[in-house]
């Protein structure tokens, strides 16, 4: 049975890039988060997220994710009722595309929310992605054209790093990016 590697860690992280050398070593990565947001402009669940957040979220009928962005990440129980309306979906998503990848000994499923969501439920082991807090507000400010402040708006909603190092089974220091490819190469070894 293909066993399940979830990949997490904080925004700004480095994440993806580590997904990314998954990728190029032909192992199959399912990106929770770029799911989510075609899922997000379905037109079942996008009627879902007007019933509870109103049309003033949608633009041209498409879900406007700046201004989704600043009501979720400023009200923690409306961020709730956002992922009660997706997370169901990626879940179903994830099983059928898990279903096409059976010839593969294990895939990597990388949420930035993993914990949070509590798919690390469904996973066999769980890798976080860590990075120094400066760094990661750096890296998301640059990437995202943004300021600070909603950098750790956004920090603020995810749980902390600490809490994500007890729960995962193996931790990647992305600071420096041959040490991460060497990082990954390691544990690559140890999974095979």
Not at 94 to 122: G, H, P, R
Request: with cysteine; charged share 30%.
């Amino acid at each position: 049975m293909t066993k399940i590697i979830g990949l997490t860690g904080g925004i700004g992280s480095g994440k993806t890039t580590v997904a990314n050398y998954f990728e190029q070593q032909n192992i199959p990565v399912y990106v929770a988060d770029d799911e989510a947001r075609k899922i997000t402009n379905s037109k079942n669940v996008l009627k879902k997220i007007v019933a509870v957040f109103g049309s003033e979220v949608l633009e041209h009928n498409v879900l406007n994710r700046k201004k989704m962005g600043e009501i979720v990440f400023n009200d923690k129980d409306k961020l709730n009722q956002l992922n009660a309306i997706i997370h169901p979906e990626v879940k179903k998503h994830f099983k059928k595309w898990l279903k096409s990848k059976i010839d593969y000994q294990y895939v990597i499923k990388e949420s930035a929310i993993l914990f949070e969501s509590k798919t690390n439920l469904d996973c066999d082991l769980i890798i976080l992605v860590t990075a120094p807090l400066e760094l990661r507000i750096e890296r998301t400010m640059k990437r995202d054209n943004c300021d600070r402040e909603s950098v750790l708006q956004r920090i603020k909603n995810q749980i902390s790093e600490d809490e994500k190092a007890q729960k995962s089974d193996f931790i990647i220091n992305n600071i420096n990016l041959n040490d991460t490819f060497n990082q990954v190469d390691i544990l690559l070894k140890k999974l095979i």
